[in-house]
C-alpha cells in the first residue's frame, strides 16, 4: 500500500513515520511539505520516498491509497476533504479541524466519498485506556456520574508567538492543543454520551507582550517578540451530558508551580485516576475495606506504542472495511464538545445543544 506523508513536521517524524516504517505492509511514496528542506530531509534520513511541496501532486498519483496529514490545524480540513474527493483514505492528526463547521464538512466529504477518514485521537489505541474502558464498561465502577479532567502546566505556552498561539492557524489554545486528547479520553471510556449543556469560562492573561513572558520550558520553539498570541492560555468549565457531569481545569500556563494532567472516573462502586501518559489507580471497596489498586502495563502508558497501534489500525482498516473508534463519525461529537466550550466562554453563557 502505498501513502504519502503530508506535512513533515514534529508529529510526523516523531511518530507517524517511524510508525509507518515499522508497518510491513506499507510504502511511503511521498514526504510533502511546503518547506522544501523539510520534505527532502525526510527522503535522505528515511531513504525512501520523493521530496514535493505541493501536496495536490500526492493527491494526483493513482498508486497512493492513503495519505497522513500532519500540517498546521488550518490545514486540516483543506487537505482532508481534497484527499476524500480524489479518493483517497486519510488520517488525519487531532483536532479535526480549527472549528467545528469546518469538521462537518469533513464528515459530508467521508460520507460521499465512501473512503476512510480517521482522526489522529491516538488515545483510542492505548492499551492502558482500553483497560480503563473494559472496566468501567463491565460495570465494576458502577454508575459514572463524575468526571474531572486536570491538564495543567506551570508557564509552558509553546512556541509563544508561533502557529500554536495564533488562533487563525491552530483555531484555539490549550483546549484545542491538549485538552481535545484528555476529552477523547473521558469521551471513549464513557461510550461517547450525548452533550447537553456547556459553560465555561477562558483566560488570556500571561504571554502578552510576548517578549516579557517568563516561562520554565517552551517545546515548539523560542519566542517570536513580532508573533501573535490570540489564544487561551486557560480554560474551565462544567459539561452536562446524558452520562456523567464533567469538569475541567486546563492551562498552559498558569502562576502555581505545579503541573497536575489526569483524569478522574467517578462512580457509585468506584472510582479510577488516570495519570496522563502514566499509570492509573483504582479506588473501592471489598469485604467491608477500602481498596487501592494499581495498574501497570508491560507495554505502559506511552505514547509510543499507541501510535503503532493507530498506524496498524488505520492500514488494517483500509484493507477491511472495518470501521475505527477514530473514525470521523464518532470524533464529531467531541468536535461539537470543543466548538460549544469556545462559544461558551466567549459569549459568557450556558450553550445548550439539541
Avoid at 119 to 127: D, L, P, S
Avoid at 165 to 182: C, E, F, M, P, R
Avoid at 279 to 284: G, L, Q
Avoid at 317 to 339: F, R, V, W, Y
Amino acid at each position: 500500500m502505498k501513502i504519502g506523508i503530508i506535512g513533515c513536521g514534529n508529529i510526523a517524524n516523531a511518530f507517524h513515520i517511524p510508525c509507518y516504517l515499522k508497518n510491513g505492509k506499507v510504502e511511503i511514496k511521498y514526504f510533502c511539505d511546503i518547506l522544501p528542506e523539510r520534505a527532502e530531509n525526510a527522503v535522505k534520513k528515511y531513504g525512501c520516498g520523493i521530496a514535493v511541496t505541493d501536496y495536490k501532486a500526492v493527491l494526483a498519483d493513482s498508486e497512493i491509497e492513503a495519505v497522513s496529514i500532519c500540517t498546521p490545524n488550518k490545514m486540516h480540513s483543506v487537505i482532508a476533504i481534497d484527499a476524500l474527493k480524489a479518493g483517497k483514505n486519510v488520517l488525519c492528526e487531532k483536532p479535526a479541524a480549527r472549528v467545528y463547521s469546518e469538521a462537518l464538512e469533513m464528515q459530508k466529504a467521508q460520507h460521499e466519498s465512501g473512503k476512510v477518514l480517521n482522526i489522529g485521537v491516538v488515545n483510542r489505541f492505548n492499551t492502558g485506556i482500553n483497560k480503563i474502558k473494559q472496566i468501567i464498561d463491565s460495570g465494576e465502577l458502577g454508575e459514572i456520574y463524575q468526571v474531572y479532567v486536570s491538564f495543567r502546566a506551570y508557564r509552558s505556552i509553546p512556541g509563544l508567538g508561533g502557529d500554536f498561539t495564533n488562533k487563525a492557524v491552530a483555531g484555539g489554545g490549550v483546549l484545542i492543543d491538549w485538552g481535545v486528547h484528555y476529552f477523547d479520553i473521558v469521551m471513549y471510556c464513557c461510550s461517547d454520551p450525548k452533550i447537553k449543556t456547556v459553560s465555561s469560562e477562558q483566560f488570556k492573561k500571561l504571554g502578552n507582550p510576548i517578549d516579557e513572558y517568563v516561562y520554565v520550558n517552551m517545546w515548539a520553539g523560542p519566542p517570536k517578540a513580532d508573533g501573535v498570541n490570540d489564544v487561551e492560555e486557560g480554560i474551565t468549565g462544567l459539561i452536562r451530558t446524558e452520562g456523567p457531569v464533567i469538569t475541567f481545569n486546563g492551562a498552559w500556563a498558569q502562576n502555581i508551580g505545579e503541573g497536575e494532567t489526569y483524569i478522574d472516573f467517578i462512580g457509585t462502586k468506584g472510582g479510577i485516576r488516570l495519570n496522563y501518559a502514566k499509570d492509573f489507580v483504582m479506588y473501592s471497596t471489598k469485604s467491608g475495606m477500602l481498596t487501592k489498586t494499581t495498574f501497570q502495563m508491560n507495554e505502559g502508558m506511552e505514547f509510543g506504542p499507541m501510535f503503532q497501534n493507530e498506524i496498524n489500525s488505520f492500514v488494517e482498516c483500509i484493507e477491511t472495511g472495518k470501521t475505527l473508534p477514530s473514525h470521523i463519525d464518532t470524533n464529531i461529537i467531541t468536535a461539537q464538545m470543543l466548538d460549544a466550550i469556545y462559544r461558551s466562554a466567549e459569549e459568557h453563557r450556558e450553550i445548550k445543544l439539541d
